[in-house]
């Protein structure tokens, strides 16, 4: 690997990286030992890691401290071991090779791996408050027997020595990219799982995503001197590793390992990547953070080019946002090439770096989108993942519309025809299935990113485009810093609309129940409508008349109990159990059209439009 030579970063690297301030200090304040309300556990790490870059293993502490703010007594605990899914026989490895339509990041890599190219947590030693702990590691998952039970409202602490090697298979994390970046360090250390109101979430890795605990974390990553890290947190020590110069006075390195030390306040997790050949550019947002950007010097003139081009349009992003969902509570975000693809992390993402620029804003604008959508609103990525891609997906698909200034009719489109796809496809699972039980990979990335992207775009059909821009804001208000789930979503947009939406909840998302109505008979001036689907919709329809004129129609649910702000005559509302609904009109009628703008997810839209 090349040297890095610190006079290319002398007047640039981590000036704002020294920027050791908390951020925002969220509104909610969670509150424990209450029962009849919302609480959740709150973790510290105090984590010092030496990594040997030549043979991709590292050895660590972890100081943990755990506050039980449960009305439970835990009588076990669980940690994540993610890097064990990196070893032939995993269930990563096994799911790998026998589900139909595997990941070709993956395939039957896994399984060919050497024992120097597998990935490990290994733990030699657990106390809990000093006491030797007793524990066994069962594939990605370390299940815990404490020495003493934890009352609620108590505070335990946890001292953990581990060592860790980093597997050649990237996926997520990783070494030695196919990009060449030498460390993607994701899901790298014991991780302590969630208990909630639904109990433990001890869930094995075998191919999806995550979920954490809140907390702070303190981590020291010490390292080949030649190495520059970007990642969670803020850097404490710039001037004592070489870099930034904060005093205006830079200290040299000695020896041959740098120690990187970093604070990151009210996180769920930790996520750092290292190379000999980062460039490290940086841009602030005004009345924002300041934006880091990591990538090789190596790549092509055209890819460079692209990493230059993308700062100001990250800029943008945030701006947008923190405008349309709520403001951005770090003082940091960093972009950072590594990993195999794209994936959201505390305070920053991995993207592959040789990317068209169309393509490089894309990933961006979808990885940073998930800074609110799943990581300050964090949900349960296993249960439900549809909220954290498919809402990511909706609004990093209105700030590329916006950014790009591509001016779409509707920027969601694509996504109603790919659900239109999984909905006739007999693959459909409801949303309600677990991330790792999809029968295919494909029926699981168009349910989380396609079919959740439409259920919030879907929503503004039915309740009004401002009203779902008043509930994003408002969700983000009530559940920022917490552990949401679908029913607070919604309750959010009933609060909003005053409308009764648990229907809309359940029947496309908790069902495979599909929507389709059509117009079956025009006379004169007479319409009937059939609803041929099992799913109940609110209608927009317009009427051409004879004349030329047209009118907009408005027709309520009445399970829904209230009207969405419109323009359209509105008329009666249609009960669901009701196959059929039949109005009369005020002129002779030339054609029919229900839902001319397409914001509906009808699955046929051949019977939607009715010619005399």
């Given at each position: 690997m090349k040297k890095f030579f610190l006079c290319l970063f002398t007047l640039s690297v981590f000036i704002a990286f020294s920027n050791t301030k908390d951020p925002v200090t969220p509104n909610q304040v969670?509150?424990?030992?209450?029962?009849?309300?919302?609480?959740?556990?709150?973790?510290?790490?105090k984590m010092d890691i030496t990594m040997d870059v030549n043979n991709y293993r590292y050895t660590g502490t972890q100081n943990l401290v755990y506050t039980n703010n449960s009305p439970d007594v835990l009588h076990r605990v669980y940690y994540h071991l993610y890097f064990n899914a990196f070893q032939p026989g995993s269930e990563m490895d096994v799911r790998s090779q026998t589900i139909a339509d595997p990941d070709d990041r993956v395939g039957d890599r896994i399984g060919n791996l050497t024992p120097e190219e597998i990935?490990?947590?290994?733990?030699t030693s657990l106390k809990q408050d000093g006491i030797i702990l007793n524990y066994d590691v069962v594939g990605t998952v370390l299940e815990v027997q404490l020495n003493k039970p934890i009352q609620p409202g108590e505070k335990v602490t946890f001292d953990m020595i581990f060592n860790g090697q980093v597997p050649l298979q990237v996926r997520r994390s990783g070494r030695d990219s196919a990009e060449g970046v030498a460390l993607s360090m994701t899901q790298w250390y014991p991780k302590l799982a969630e208990y909630d109101f639904e109990g433990w979430h001890a869930d094995p890795y075998i191919g999806r995503e995550f979920h954490g605990v809140?907390?702070?974390?303190?981590?020291?990553?010490?390292?080949?001197?030649?190495?520059?890290?970007g990642g969670t947190g803020y850097l404490q020590n710039p001037n004592e590793i070489g870099h930034g110069y904060e005093t205006g006075k830079v200290k040299q390195p000695k020896g041959d390992m740098l120690s990187w030390h970093f604070k990151?306040?009210?996180?769920?997790?930790?996520?750092?990547?290292?190379?000999?050949?980062f460039i490290h550019d940086q841009?602030?947002?005004?009345n924002g953070p300041m934006l880091h950007f990591f990538y090789k010097k190596t790549l092509e003139a055209e890819y460079l080019e692209n990493w230059k081009k993308l700062q100001p349009k990250t800029v943008e992003l945030m701006n947008y946002f923190s405008e349309n969902i709520g403001k951005y509570p770090y003082n940091q975000y960093s972009v950072i090439q590594g990993g195999d693809g794209g994936m959201e992390y505390a305070m920053c993402t991995l993207i592959t770096g040789k990317r068209k620029f169309g393509s490089l804003v894309g990933v961006t604008a979808h990885e940073l989108a998930h800074t609110w959508f799943q990581f300050l609103l964090a949900t349960n990525e296993l249960k439900h993942y549809w909220m954290d891609e498919g809402f990511t997906s909706y609004i990093s698909d209105y700030a590329m519309d916006a950014v790009m200034e591509t001016n779409k009719e509707n920027p969601a489109a694509g996504s109603y025809r790919g659900y239109i796809y999984l909905a006739t496809s007999g693959k459909e699972q409801p949303l309600t299935t677990q991330a790792d039980r999809f029968e295919f990979n494909q029926a699981y990335g168009l349910a989380a990113y396609v079919k959740g992207e439409v259920f919030l775009a879907?929503?503004?059909?039915?309740?009004?485009?401002?009203?779902?821009?008043?509930?994003?804001?408002?969700?983000?208000?009530d559940f920022a810093f917490k552990h949401p789930t679908p029913n607070d979503f919604i309750r959010s947009a009933e609060k909003v609309t005053n409308f009764e939406l648990d229907w809309y909840l359940m029947d496309f998302a908790q069902t495979t129940n599909t929507i389709d109505y059509?117009?079956?008979?025009?006379?004169?001036?007479?319409?009937?409508?059939?609803?041929?689907?099992?799913?109940?919709?609110?209608?927009?329809?317009?009427?051409t008349y004879t004349d030329g004129t047209t009118e907009d129609?408005?027709?309520?649910?009445?399970?829904?109990?209230?009207?969405?702000?419109?323009t359209a005559t509105t008329i009666s509302n249609w009960a669901w159990a009701f196959p059929t609904y039949t109005f009369e009109t005020s002129k002779t009628i030339k054609s029919v059209q229900i839902d001319p703008k397409e914001g509906m997810a009808d699955i046929n839209k051949e019977n939607n439009k009715f010619e005399m």
């Open positions: 969670v509150k424990p030992l209450n029962s009849t309300s919302y609480w959740q556990q709150h973790v510290d790490y990935g490990y947590l290994k733990i809140w907390g702070d974390f303190d981590v020291t990553i010490n390292i080949d001197k030649n190495y520059v890290i990151a306040p009210n996180v769920h997790d930790f996520t750092w990547a290292a190379d000999p050949e841009m602030q947002v005004p879907q929503l503004g059909y039915v309740i009004g485009q401002d009203n779902l821009n008043a509930t994003l804001k408002k969700y983000f208000k059509g117009v079956k008979a025009v006379s004169d001036k007479t319409i009937t409508l059939e609803r041929i689907g099992l799913m109940p919709m609110p209608i927009d329809l317009t009427v129609y408005y027709i309520p649910l009445r399970m829904m109990r209230g009207k969405k702000p419109t």
